[in-house]
């Protein structure tokens, strides 16, 4: 296998975690493509660590799907399914939804106004028929509002999930195909949360999600 990537330089954090971060980036942009047989050997001579860290690494991989292993055949990247697809969809709504009805109760007014500029930005890339800005929008808001719900459990989920949204939903495409239809309901989303409104907010975005 060619190295898709420099040695790892640590950071001083838990190396475990870097090797996890660099190979979940490399499956998401491509340099270690779908498919494509992982070697934890090759792999740790590549970042010039241990294979340790490695598989460790690899074994969390595998926990949220960007892997696949095959006991005594193969380690490799996953090929995801239009039912993976699917379900990450309705994974990440229903999460956004309860994490919006902790954070809207718990939040502060500050708080409150980052959530509001998100979903601003929701709003603008919803009018310009930007899929990825949508999609882009929405997630850095569920970060924000998984934080603001100040539920450790939340947190954890999202810290551990997060890559494989990102690739699940590449290419992701709104259920409301109407820029306009689309974009008003985005607004009522707004809305409902500027007035902490978490039921109808949680309601409004199962609808845009094609979940209701």
């Known amino acids: 296998m060619t190295s898709p990537f ?5 950071q001083g954090t838990v ?4 090797v ?3 190979l979940g980036e490399a499956i998401l ?3 270690l493509s779908a498919g494509e047989r992982l070697r934890d050997q090759e792999l740790a001579e590549h970042l010039g660590v241990s294979r340790t860290p490695v598989r460790e690494a690899l074994q969390r991989l595998e926990r949220t799907g960007l892997v696949e292993v095959s006991p005594n055949r193969y ?10 697809h699917a379900d990450t ?4 709504v229903y999460l956004m939804g309860n994490a919006l009805r902790l954070a809207l109760r718990r939040c502060s007014d500050e708080d409150l106004t980052r959530s509001l500029e998100h979903a601003d930005a929701i709003i603008a890339a919803s009018r310009i028929d930007d899929h990825e800005g949508i999609m882009a929008a929405t997630s850095r808001l569920l970060d924000r509002i998984v934080a603001d719900s100040e539920n450790v459990v939340f947190l954890r989920v999202i810290r ?3 890559l494989a949204i990102r690739r699940n939903l590449a290419g992701w495409h709104p259920f409301v195909e109407c820029p306009i239809q689309r974009t008003a309901g985005y607004v009522d989303f707004r809305d409902a949360i500027a007035v902490r409104d978490g039921a109808r907010a949680e309601t409004i975005l199962r ?3 094609g979940l209701a």
């Open 6 to 10: 420099p040695p790892l330089e640590p």
């Open 15 to 18: 190396l475990g975690d870097e």
């Open 20 to 22: 996890y971060t660099l």
């Open 29 to 31: 942009d491509g340099r």
């Open 75 to 84: 380690t490799r990247v996953s090929v995801p399914s239009e039912r993976t």
């Open 89 to 92: 969809n309705e994974f990440f």
């Open 160 to 162: 551990e999930a997060e």
């Open 207 to 209: 609808e845009l999600h």
